[in-house]
């Protein structure tokens, strides 16, 4: 019999993520392990102290936990925590832990129980030794003069072969086997397969999400799952297994991509969230003549989010000044004969989250005459000048959102106030060239950017910036949405 020789104390051992600011000399502490032997039956021990009383459970190996029922029998009361294991085997050797744990930490003690089959009484010489009589789940090998552990037999065959190891082993004590194998299947549910945690990812829409677990052990037999359909490899998804880390990335993350996400691993399912920023563009700045209306903008990640808009803290309604509209993820504020009392900062809010943009209204270009000095000098001619500042750029028509279908072409059109300025297109944020695939047109003041033979991939956020000689600039965005010509299976992100 092995075990430490004092007990072990924690003070004050950290394993929550809150913090105790007041001091025990001994918030927890476990005696060592002691093992009584009677014929047949092994008897394990622990006494634990701490405020308050630890809770205790038993571990065999570093990975199973034992439960009271069958030959086990599992009791706490107080400071004592007891197991009894009755009608022991050979493979009831091996290390047991008892693991006692409060609020303030955990603590453990092990003691190692071998039992060897030998007629005669116990016997203690550093190991526990027992004399066992057959079980149901334990015959001699017509092979040879030994005892087969039908358990330890089939512990890591595949259930496919259980059949095929029987017969080889000419084990036919067919009731012994069905308990073996229901046996397995109690610990097999049991065993915690995942090391690491799935954590839940919150992401920006467009921005990637990854889910990483990682396995106690190696093995086959694992998957991913979107709600209960399983995941394959494509454009769209990345998975990775190093080692025993699997890894599962879902690019360019959209609404529809919000869902449960799972790993399921022999039969055990562990699973995380994916949820996604409220919006998928935000409101631009914008500048506007005194007199003229202006527009605010955004995209939201779910057509059920209502926003509120807001100025100087104060929320806004819908009348004569203001009007908001709705249309499936796109939210906007429309603001009426602007006046430049309407200038500064305006706010939309879902939730706890807000995006802002600021609104510049300019003097009328031509408010009154201004009277130049005379251009001669003359006693009867003298001439009045207008002058009128540049207009500003600024964006007349925004980019809309667009849905359309596989091989359709698709148009992007933008409009703004004055000649002369020079557009970049953008593609999730990466500039657009002019090919085959996309083709740029400028008519007077309107952009256009056509897509040819739209497809899945092209689904994304596309964006224009306008800059003219002055250095001043505009930008609009929208996103594009592609729906497939025909039905998908649902199961394939």
């Known amino acids: 019999l092995q075990r430490p020789s004092t007990p072990r104390r924690v003070s004050h051992t950290h394993t929550h993520t809150h913090t105790h600011t007041h001091t025990h000399t001994h918030t927890l502490m476990l005696s060592p392990c002691s093992v009584q032997s009677a014929e047949g039956m092994a008897t394990f021990i622990a006494k634990v102290g701490g405020e308050p009383i630890p809770s205790v459970k038993w571990m065999k190996g570093k990975w199973r936990q034992l439960t009271h029922g069958g030959r086990i029998s599992i009791e706490q009361r107080g400071s004592e925590a007891k197991m009894e294991i009755?009608?022991?085997?050979?493979?009831?050797?091996?290390?047991?832990?008892?693991?006692?744990?409060?609020?303030?930490?955990?603590?453990?003690?092990?003691?190692?129980?071998?039992?060897?089959?030998?007629?005669?009484?116990?016997?203690?010489?550093?190991d526990l030794r027992f004399n066992d009589p057959m079980t149901p789940s334990k015959q001699k090998s017509p092979q040879e003069e030994k005892d087969i552990d039908i358990v330890e037999l089939l512990r890591n065959v595949d259930p496919k072969e259980y059949e095929k190891y029987a017969r080889m082993y000419g084990i036919t004590d067919y009731r012994g086997l069905l308990q073996a194998i229901e046996q397995l299947k109690k610990e097999k549910a049991e065993e915690n397969w995942i090391v690491r945690p799935l954590r839940d990812q919150h992401v920006k829409p467009k921005a990637a999400a990854t889910f990483k677990c990682e396995l106690f052990k190696d093995t086959p037999n694992w998957k991913w799952l979107k709600g209960e359909n399983e995941i394959t490899l494509s454009d769209k998804v990345e998975i990775k297994k190093e080692g025993k880390e699997l890894t599962l990335t879902i690019k360019n993350c959209q609404p529809e991509d919000v869902a449960e996400y799972s790993m399921e691993v022999e039969g055990r399912v562990y699973t995380a969230k994916l949820t996604l920023g409220e919006f998928l563009s935000r409101p631009q700045s914008q500048e506007v003549v005194e007199g003229e209306q202006a527009e605010f903008s955004c995209s939201v990640s779910k057509d059920s989010f209502e926003v509120r808009w807001m100025k100087d803290e104060q929320e806004l309604q819908s009348g004569d000044k203001y009007q908001m509209l709705s249309d499936g993820k796109r939210r906007r504020l429309v603001i009426k004969s602007c006046e430049l009392k309407d200038e500064g900062g305006y706010l939309v809010v879902i939730g706890n989250t807000r995006a802002s943009a600021d609104l510049t209204v300019l003097g009328n270009p031509c408010p009154h005459h201004l009277l130049m000095p005379p251009l001669f000098e003359t006693s009867h001619l003298q001439r009045s000048v207008r002058v009128c500042p540049l207009e500003?750029?600024?964006?007349?028509?925004?980019?809309?959102?667009?849905?359309?279908?596989?091989?359709?072409?698709?148009?992007l059109n933008c409009e703004v106030n004055t000649e002369g300025a020079k557009a970049k297109w953008l593609r999730n944020n990466e500039t657009v060239f002019e090919s085959s695939k996309y083709v740029m047109v400028q008519r007077d003041n309107v952009f256009s950017l056509r897509i040819r033979d739209a497809q899945k991939g092209d689904e994304t956020n596309y964006s224009l910036t306008l800059t003219n000689q002055r250095g001043e600039q505009a930008q609009s965005d929208c996103n594009l949405s592609i729906k497939g010509s025909w039905v998908r299976n649902h199961g394939d992100l």
């Open 86 to 126: 009755r009608e022991v085997t050979k493979s009831d050797s091996g290390q047991y832990r008892c693991v006692a744990t409060n609020k303030h930490g955990e603590i453990e003690c092990g003691v190692d129980m071998h039992v060897d089959e030998k007629k005669g009484a116990t016997q203690l010489e550093g």
């Open 392 to 411: 500003k750029l600024r964006i007349v028509t925004p980019l809309k959102d667009t849905e359309a279908k596989e091989g359709q072409e698709v148009v």
